[in-house]
T-cell receptor
Framework: GQQLNQSPQSMFIQEGEDVSMNCTSSSIFNTWLWYKQDPGEGPVLLIA?????ELTSNGRLTAQFGITRKDSFLNISASIPSDVGIYFC????????????FGKGTSLLVTP | DAGVIQSPRHEVTEMGQEVTLRCKPI?????LFWYRQTMMRGLELLIY????????DSGMPEDRFSAKMPNASFSTLKIQPSEPRDSAVYFC?????????????FGPGTRLTVL
């Protein structure tokens, strides 16, 4: 499937700092999703975006669907130790039916 | 409220053996997805079903892999014969078209190690 370019690959920050990560694609996507995966568990959906330009928040998390439909970003404000994990972007290409393509993930470490 | 259930959680087997992974989707969900996760390739979709019918199996790596969904509450992913390069975490996910097929709920995964 269509590979998503997710960056950064990893982040090491201090508690209280803000975090930003993003995903880009060479193709147009109908939907952008952001998941978090804790060690030994499956990914859990954080935010779903369905319209170009859409900005959605979920607590300290904010994500946006890029206006070109080829990118998305996720921001985490005032990070806390439990934010540690791997964050994945996922997109549904316009021609994929219901399949999702995933980025390779951003590994986030937060020190107290 | 039970989520997606997968078994076993861990499987260690020797090359050449048959491996069967099992999944029980969330009750009422009509889509079921099988993914494989590795460090090198990330999360890859292998196959997905709608109402127990395989819709897209283009991600299945080769003929050694097969998946079935005999009813709405059970699916299997079989590898025969298994090879060391099949070592990965295999996830099952389900969704419901009535709300959004994009909202896929993942199981905890099966960590497969082929020696």
């Amino acid at each position: 499937g269509q590979q998503l370019n997710q960056s950064p690959q990893s982040m090491f920050i201090q508690e209280g700092e803000d975090v930003s990560m993003n995903c880009t694609s060479s193709s147009i996507f109908n939907t952008w999703l952001w998941y978090k995966q804790d060690p030994g568990e499956g990914p859990v959906l954080l935010i779903a975006l369905y319209k170009a330009g859409e900005l959605t928040s979920n607590g300290r998390l904010t994500a946006q669907f890029g206006i070109t439909r080829k990118d998305s970003f996720l921001n985490i404000s005032a990070s806390i130790p439990s934010d540690v994990g791997i964050y994945f972007c996922a997109g549904q290409p316009s021609n994929s039916g219901y399949a999702l393509n995933f980025g390779k993930g951003t590994s986030l470490l937060v020190t107290p | 409220d039970a989520g997606v259930i997968q078994s076993p959680r861990h499987e260690v087997t020797e090359m050449g053996q048959e491996v069967t992974l099992r999944c029980k989707p969330i009750s009422g969900h009509d889509y079921l997805f099988w993914y494989r996760q590795t460090m090198m390739r990330g999360l890859e979709l292998l196959i997905y079903f709608n109402n127990n019918v395989p819709i897209d199996d283009s991600g299945m790596p080769e003929d050694r892999f097969s998946a079935k969904m005999p009813n709405a509450s059970f699916s299997t992913l079989k590898i025969q014969p298994s090879e060391p390069r099949d070592s990965a975490v295999y996830f099952c996910a389900s969704s419901f078209e009535g709300t959004s097929t994009d909202t896929q709920y993942f199981g905890p995964g099966t960590r497969l190690t082929v020696l």
